[in-house]
């Protein structure tokens, strides 16, 4: 039964003592830029480059769109490869060398917010099998002192008791931040291929977004 109290980490466990230490913000920083005063020269071959950028960004939103055009085209031929071996990569024909379409087995970032949403689009079984957390430790600024004094901390002792672990939590808390990012595993990566056009359209809209095909000349 999916309830709150059996989806949540249990006590004392890794993924419990990781969420419990301080989750790493993104920074912002604002900044002025400010405008050079130039001679004609230098103006002229900006002015030069904008055109050209211009030109640059109008080629890629129309490659962008037939992009998106030929890979809905031939996703229904990858499916049918993939119902008997996972394929990542196909080849179109062209009159002159031929396009090689590869889709990437990386996602974009998902939240630990997002867990307990997905766990009721999969339910709590596949939702392990498919899911994992994946978590970046990194230390704060200290000072050498401060650090000498966590090696020592890190010591052995005689034994890990109740105290003594809540204490290690304490301490990792003192010392590091923590950053939690759901990761798809292998086999969703394999499965999600062949999932119903209504059951990925259900996951993008939580947050399971696949970066978008490579398209290569070969």
């Known amino acids: 039964m999916n309830t709150a109290e059996n989806l949540k980490p249990q006590p004392r466990s890794l993924?419990?003592?990781?969420?419990?230490?301080p989750q790493k913000e993104a920074t912002t920083t604002k900044s002025k830029t400010p405008m050079l005063t130039v001679d004609e020269a230098t103006r002229e071959l900006a002015e030069t480059i904008r055109k050209a950028k211009e030109q640059q960004d109008e080629a890629?939103?129309?490659?962008?769109?037939?992009?998106?055009?030929?890979?809905n085209r031939i996703k229904p031929l990858r499916q049918e490869l993939c119902q008997r071996e996972y394929i990542s990569s196909v080849k179109v024909p062209c009159e002159v060398l031929n396009l090689a379409i590869t889709w990437s087995s990386s996602y974009k970032k998902i939240p630990p917010s997002l867990e307990q949403e997905l766990i009721k689009i999969l339910g709590e079984t596949a939702y392990h099998e498919y899911f994992g957390s994946k978590f970046v430790i990194s230390a704060t600024d200290k000072t050498d002192?401060?650090?000498m004094e966590l090696f020592a901390w890190l010591a052995p002792d005689?034994?890990?008791?109740?105290?003594?672990?809540?204490i290690g939590q304490d301490r990792f808390s003192q010392f590091f931040t923590v950053e939690e990012i759901i990761k798809p595993t292998e086999r969703f990566v394999r499965d999600h291929v062949l999932m119903a056009e209504s059951k990925k359209q259900e996951l993008e809209l939580t947050g399971v977004t696949q970066f978008k095909p490579s398209i290569r000349i070969r």
């Open 15 to 21: 993924k419990s003592v990781l969420r419990a230490t």
């Open 60 to 71: 890629t939103a129309v490659i962008e769109r037939l992009s998106a055009d030929l890979i």
């Open 145 to 147: 002192e401060q650090l």
């Open 158 to 166: 005689d034994g890990a008791t109740e105290e003594g672990l809540s």
